[in-house]
């Protein structure tokens, strides 16, 4: 077996990332369903508009697709990209949790602390999953 495919940095093509991009979205999609749904179980106001799915679909696709932009700058114009992505990403994770602490009144615990686990596995899988920090470049 030859080491060269172990050094020389592969790019994915445009058709690879966009399925991996709706792949995430998909999957971040449906576990977001889920928490929303264990939520609602758990006592979170029925009227919790961050807890339906147009609000939570739709934020999953922006964010998907924002991370996955930023994703694509990083890698290409990093020096390092692996370093740099695993001290953004979380910074960027703990930023975006900052705006469900304003919604206590309206989704009390159960809803707020459904948004920020949403957040959690939205970055998980898309980071972790679709867009790993191997291979990078």
């Known amino acids: 077996m030859s080491h060269v495919s172990e050094t020389l940095p592969s790019?994915?093509?445009?058709?690879?990332?966009?399925?991996?991009?709706?792949?995430a979205f998909l999957l971040a999609s449906l576990v977001n369903a889920s928490i929303a749904v264990l939520a609602h179980a758990m006592?979170?106001?029925?009227?919790?508009?961050?807890?339906?799915?147009?609000?939570?679909?739709f934020l999953t696709a922006l964010g998907v697709l924002a991370g996955a932009i930023g994703w694509d700058i990083v890698r290409r114009l990093s020096q390092d990209p692996e370093r740099l992505l695993r001290r953004l990403v979380p910074s960027v994770v703990v930023i975006s949790l900052v705006p469900d602490f304003f919604l206590f009144d309206e989704g009390e615990v159960t809803g707020v602390v459904a948004l920020l686990v949403?957040?959690?596995?939205v970055a998980v899988i898309a980071y972790r999953r679709v867009m790993p920090l191997g291979s990078a470049r």
């Open 11 to 23: 790019r994915r093509g445009p058709l690879v990332v966009a399925g991996g991009v709706f792949i």
């Open 118 to 121: 949403m957040h959690l596995a």
């Open 43 to 57: 006592s979170a106001p029925d009227d919790f508009n961050p807890l339906e799915p147009p609000a939570y679909v």
